[in-house]
């Protein structure tokens, strides 16, 4: 039997002679960005590469996004790696696209080039025989919380069910067959910081929500008195959630943010219909849900004062990333062999929220983030500066721990999945989703 560190030799000579290759694919994506749901070049690209290491792909998992396993010896656990195929709108991005405007500010098509360089190193090299269990690599489309009109149609259409596509390859069922799942992402902070690598971070997740306020209109000189006026609703409603915010722990993060998107129609007329959207953003589902429920409550009274009706409409939002600490240890053993203990941080806090959150409350999940971009996320200035950190080192650093995860009849994965507990089964994550997609209506009576 081959040994651990000849399989990790033949893994990274294998990503060191498709190095060009690889990073040349990941810029080639950066050309051509598409937004989310809409990654149909993209999806068809991927496939194309894992279709000529000679894995057999699914396509068009979730509108766009595809599939493929490589096998290894039967009976174990099947580890997924992700990459994500969405651009980002950046209109004033030197490789923003004409048309859309769409651009790769986030850096997915890197992703898409370390996960490719994972199923270059493990397929490649024939090490998979070495194995037991199976790797999935899968290019996920929709990470960017972006053009929910359009979103909206496809949900009212019935083609998806989610506005993020890992969630929709949840719903789907492309995620029952992964125990274990692993994804990366770009930083240009850590340079910043002398830092080349963050293991584990947490993230908060969020839901969103809709309101709209109904009073009645009247003249707003003449006849103040038989108006309803629902901007004083709104005004009050949003006081109220102010007054909840004491109430909120400190460690629970939670951040709301409503704005008003519609004030009323004209100034003479006591305003009748009045808009606002907000978030709830935390950094547990319990948290959430509490200041969810509070946020509610709120916008209620605020209809209830001045006799005004409400409809809070919830949109299911992000998750919460939580790390699983076996994994992150794991995979900063692996990463040593390329950087100084120093230039990596564990923990740490990922900014924003993502779907790879939904994952993290379900499974046993890696995130790792990587340096090698300068700029700023979602800005013009984003670009690529160190492939080899950017790429490669991902790439053999996951191989890598893949080979530890699924060595010696996958006894590493197997200790990993038997030890973790999930935040909540898939059952419950769903109905937390439709708990998150209600209207409320609220009329004073
Ligand atoms: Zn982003
Ligand atoms: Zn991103």
Known sequence: MANREELRRRVAACIDN?????????????????????????????????????????????LTGCKATARGREGGPTVGVMGELDAVLCRDHPKAHRETGAAHACGHHIQLGVMLGVASGLVGSGVMKELTGGVSFLAVPAEEYVELGFRSQ????????????????????????????????????????????MIGPIAIGFVGKYVQYRGRPSHAGAAPEKGINALNAAMLGLSGIHAQRETFPDEERIRVHPIITKGGDLVNIVPEDVQLEAYVRGLSIDGIRDAN????????????????????????????????????????ENLLPFLQDS?????????????????SQIMPTLLAVFGGVSG??????????????????????????????????????QQITRDFQPKMSKEEYFKFQDEMSQEIQWQYE
Request: aromatic content about 6%; hydrophobic content about 40%; proline content about 4%.
């Open 18 to 62: 498709h190095k060009e290759h690889l990073v040349a694919v990941g810029e080639g994506i950066f050309a051509n960005p598409e937004l989310g749901y809409k990654e149909r070049e993209t999806g068809q690209l991927i496939a194309e590469e894992l279709e000529a290491m000679g894995l057999q792909v699914e396509k068009n998992l979730a």
């Open 376 to 413: 700023a996320l979602h800005t013009k200035d984003f670009h690529l500066e160190d492939p080899e950190l950017a790429y490669i080192i991902p790439a053999k650093a996951i191989a890598f721990t893949i080979i530890d995860l699924l060595l010696d009849g996958a006894s590493k994965a």
């Open 293 to 332: 429920s509070k946020v509610n409550r709120a916008l209620q009274a605020g209809a209830m004062a001045v006799g005004a009706q409400v409809k809070i409409t919830e949109i299911p939002g992000y998750m919460p990333v939580v790390n699983t600490p076996d994994l992150s240890v794991l995979f900063k």
């Open 343 to 359: 230039e990596i941080v564990e923990g740490g806090e990922f900014a924003g929220s993502t779907d790879f959150g939904d994952i």
């Open 154 to 197: 496809l949900r009212a259409r019935g083609e998806i069910a989610f506005f993020g596509g890992k969630q929709e390859f949840l719903k789907k069922g492309h995620l029952d067959d992964i125990d274990i799942a692993i994804s990366t992402h770009s930083s240009p902070d850590l340079d910043r910081h002398g830092k080349k690598a």
